[in-house]
């Protein structure tokens, strides 16, 4: 299975402090926000992953991750050079995938359960179709919701509906087989003029591919697209690191516990920013 990051979007909900700099490349806390996801997908075990970034992002990203090679994964870089939709990402990433399974993570998204590595792994094993998640939230108007019936069954799912027929959100993370590509290329543009992932998600549930889990009470999902929710976001982390004693969202301590990187090289990592509280946690670990 392969891996991929949305990191194209404008960021308007953030603005003046996106206007320079993309949104994933923002702080949270100790760390640039796109750690956050890409931690989730190594956290899960999966080693090549795509980012997919606007035209003038390329050097920024490129300097922050190089080629993932120090985490013991593999980095590659795809540009959409106009936000059409996060459905648009699935054909961009054509090549990248190669009728492989995918993962497919927003950069601006945020997860942090106790369970979640397992429910990855065992998203990972699907076979055939299309695995997402359903999140209780307080304003489900801001995304896209799916609507259950009485038996637990999902009947529809529906992009920021003004009366949502339920309070479970779509968060970020979506497993999907081979055919996404294939469904992401029939879509039409929304009335927002996008390419809609819901629409996809939609083609898996009418042919009967679409399962849905429910995110545990010990899951918590943050969209980091507004200045509060950054905000919120970094006490979050801060609290969680301090608990802990111990790093949130960082490639390096994922890749180490995985197994993809050394003692050795976990030192090294750690060496390079050891004036740092981070580098001196990575270091702690390595000892």
């Not at 980012?51 to 991750?65: G, K």
């Not at 919120?232 to 301590?253: C, D, M, N, W, Y």
Request: hydrophobic share 40%.
């Amino acid at each position: 299975m392969k891996g991929i990051i949305t990191a194209a979007g404008k960021g308007s909900r953030l603005e003046p402090i996106s206007i320079s700099c993309n949104k994933q490349l923002l702080p949270i806390y100790d760390k640039p926000m796109i750690y956050y996801p890409l931690t989730t997908l190594i956290e899960g075990g999966i080693q090549d992953i795509l980012i997919v970034m606007a035209p003038q992002d390329s050097e920024p990203f490129e300097r922050l991750l190089k080629d993932g090679s120090q985490w013991g994964i593999s980095i590659s870089y795809a540009v959409q050079s106009v936000p059409r939709g996060i459905a648009e990402v699935l054909m961009i990433a054509k090549n990248f995938l190669n009728d492989d399974s995918l993962c497919l993570i927003l950069g601006d998204n945020i997860f942090y359960s106790e369970s979640l590595q397992q429910v990855i792994q065992v998203a990972k094993e699907l076979h055939g179709g299309a695995r997402i998640f359903g999140c209780l939230v307080n304003d489900p108007r801001r995304f896209g919701v799916v609507e259950f019936d009485t038996a637990g069954r999902v009947l529809g799912i529906e992009e920021k509906p003004d009366c949502p027929k339920s309070d479970y959100a779509v968060p970020g993370l979506y497993f999907y087989d081979k055919q996404a590509v294939t469904f992401a290329e029939q879509l039409q543009p929304s009335d927002r003029g996008e390419l809609e992932i819901t629409d996809v998600n939609r083609m898996y549930l009418s042919c009967g591919q679409l399962q849905v889990e429910i995110l545990g009470a010990d899951t918590v999902w943050m969209d980091t697209g507004s200045s509060e929710a950054l905000l919120e976001a970094a006490i979050f982390v801060q609290q969680v690191q301090e608990r802990q004693q111990t790093l949130f969202g960082s490639p390096e301590t994922a890749a180490y516990l995985q197994g993809f990187i050394t003692y050795e090289q976990l030192q090294c990592l750690g060496k390079q920013m050891e004036k740092t509280a981070y580098g001196q946690v990575l270091l702690a670990m390595a000892k």
